[in-house]
């Protein structure tokens, strides 16, 4: 027994940021994100004589993986197992590696374990060890909301084609967890703003989408994540995941826009910059960031699929 299965990271452009005050990992605020094409984690599960945990070849420990097995395995016979991921891009930097992590490794052991499990049910799985890979099952554009904060695909990839340029400066680990950030963003005093003030940021952006008003989504999206970071440089030591590169990018994309690029910039708990652009804005994004002090890479992609079994 041993299958194989692939994932992409998302991004949020509504952000999730902080949980519920109730067991279950459940979010503080609704999110919308988009699949990322290009970057991929592939996992591959096989039966074992005892759990073992591989990244990009290297053994881990990640507490979160063997507390998420222990809780999985209370509901399914899930036999040990060695657990081997890689990701083609930068781990822990802020590109959502735990997202595409936790959406392949679920999607491996049904396929391995023969759960049966629908894509749906596996993204609540997900989601319990991993709020943002619950939306890494699904392609295209994705919701992520209560009442049972269950992800949902809102648009295709192919249904509104936007173009990802990700400016990367930095390649380290980050600094601190997204979980030890939301914990401690829940002690500062504008957490209860952030939480209020997010349900209507979500609603307007689903209507931004569905209606395909990039202009309005621009607006939304870069709202979203100046308020989040805003959020965390004022809790207690501020979070602060962003490098001189990242605020640099910020007011290039900004520039751009002014001298008419279809572009918006979003940042997660890392210093990587995302600019989503219409469709035909990517090049002329992807060849200014690159010349941005401090960028060492770029990546230029577009939305893309939810999970997937290896050769599906
Ligand atoms: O699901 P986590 O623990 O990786 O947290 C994700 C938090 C952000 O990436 C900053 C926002 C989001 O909605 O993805």
């Avoid at 619950?134 to 994705?142: E, L, N, T």
């Avoid at 914990?183 to 395909?212: C, G, I, N």
């Amino acid at each position: 027994m041993s299958v194989t299965a692939c994932a992409h990271p998302n991004i949020a452009l509504i952000k999730y940021w902080g949980k519920a005050d109730r067991p279950g990992n459940v979010p503080a605020t609704p999110s919308l994100s988009i699949t990322l094409d290009g970057l991929t984690t592939t996992t591959t599960v096989s039966e074992a004589a005892e759990d073992t945990f591989t990244l990009d070849g290297r053994p881990v420990t990640d507490a979160k993986v063997t507390q998420w097995l222990t809780a999985l395995r209370r509901e399914y016979a899930i036999p040990p197992l060695a657990i081997a991921s890689h990701n083609d891009f930068p781990t822990a930097a802020g590109l959502a590696s735990s997202a595409s992590g936790f959406a392949a490794l679920i999607t491996a052991i049904d396929g391995a374990c023969g759960l049966e499990l629908s894509r749906a049910y596996c993204s609540g799985l997900a989601r319990q060890a991993s709020a943002s890979a619950a939306r890494s099952m699904f392609s295209g554009f994705v919701t992520l909301q209560g009442p049972d904060w269950q992800a949902e695909p809102l648009l295709e990839a192919a249904d509104w084609p936007l173009e990802v340029v990700i400016a990367v400066s930095d390649t380290g680990g980050k600094a601190v967890s997204s979980s030890d950030g939301m914990r401690r963003s829940a002690e500062s005093p504008y957490f209860a703003a952030w939480v209020d003030s997010t349900a209507a940021d979500f609603q307007q952006a689903l209507a931004a989408t569905t209606a395909r008003d990039f202009p309005a989504l621009t607006e939304l999206a870069e709202h979203s994540c100046l308020k989040m970071h805003g959020l965390m440089l004022a809790t207690r030591p501020g979070l602060l995941y962003w490098n001189a590169a990242t605020v640099a990018c910020l007011h290039r994309i900004r520039q751009l826009r002014a001298e008419g690029s279809a572009v918006f910039f979003t940042v997660d708990a890392g210093p990587q910059v995302k600019a989503v652009c219409l469709p035909g804005h990517g090049e002329a994004v992807a060849e200014a960031l690159g010349r941005v002090a401090g960028v060492s890479r770029i990546i230029h992609t577009r939305l893309g699929r939810g999970a997937w079994l290896e050769g599906s």
